[in-house]
T-cell receptor, first 112, second 112 residues
Framework: DTGVSQNPRHKITKRGQNVTFRCDPI?????LYWYRQTLGQGPEFLTY????????KSRLLSDRFSAERPKGSFSTLEIQRTEQGDSAMYLC??????????FGPGTRLTVL | KQEVTQIPAALSVPEGENLVLNCSFT??????LQWFRQDPGKGLTSLLL?????REQTSGRLNASLDKSSGRSTLYIAASQPGDSATYLC???????????FGKGTSLLVTP
């Protein structure tokens, strides 16, 4: 068990570019969550999957954001046409059924 | 909408002191509550999970209590050490497997 991993750890991009982040959950965890955290704030929920099904999306998840979890394994979060307001830490978590959530190290996005 | 508040926002104590961090939530119909630790620029580390039917959980020098009816939880840290310096986040889940609602955290500094 290597824990939740996220790649890349850091991403710097120019406004208007598209970016994609990857999350690999703890093996056999069927639930996967994406959160966004800005400086001085707690994480805010974006979306979550049970296996490959995306069950809930926050109103924070605008049309420019899309998430997938093919085959119920790893997940990707894509942001199209990035804006400066997208700069944040993007955190992924996984859980087994309804148990405690375990978080990855996060991907820090900076939009110039 | 569930609101989670953590008091104080920041706390500085000398090494060896026992301390209490507070968390309150507006809707008592929660499924579980989790306490996390976050080091600067890092992901979240799960400390304790309390199910709604439980009153407290203990792990080493940490003890978390839950009073669901009054919408409060406390995290007690015994014999604090400089290595405990971090931000502590409280989060509640309103249903089985649902997303977590986080407070803004308490930033703790333990001085030698």
């Amino acid at each position: 068990d290597t824990g939740v991993s996220q790649n890349p750890r850091h991403k710097i991009t120019k406004r208007g570019q598209n970016v994609t982040f990857r999350c690999d959950p703890i093996s056999e965890h069927n639930r996967l969550y994406w959160y966004r955290q800005t400086l001085g704030q707690g994480p805010e929920f974006l979306t979550y999957f049970q296996n490959e099904a995306q069950l809930e999306k926050s109103r924070l998840l605008s049309d420019r954001f899309s998430a997938e979890r093919p085959k119920g394994s790893f997940s990707t979060l894509e942001i199209q046409r990035t804006e400066q307001g997208d700069s944040a830490m993007y955190l992924c978590a996984s859980s087994l059924k309804a148990d405690e959530q375990f978080f990855g190290p996060g991907t820090r996005l900076t939009v110039l | 909408k569930q609101e989670v508040t953590q008091i104080p926002a920041a706390l500085s104590v000398p090494e060896g002191e026992n301390l209490v961090l507070n968390c309150s939530f507006t809707d008592s119909a929660i499924y579980n509550l989790q306490w996390f630790r976050q080091d600067p620029g890092k992901g979240l580390t799960s400390l304790l999970l309390i199910q709604s039917s439980q009153r407290e959980q203990t792990s080493g020098r940490l003890n978390a209590s839950l009073d669901k009816s009054s919408g409060r939880s406390t995290l007690y840290i015994a014999a604090s050490q400089p290595g405990d310096s971090a931000t502590y986040l409280c989060a509640v889940s309103e249903n089985s497997g649902y997303a977590l609602n986080f407070g803004k955290g308490t930033s703790l500094l333990v001085t030698p």
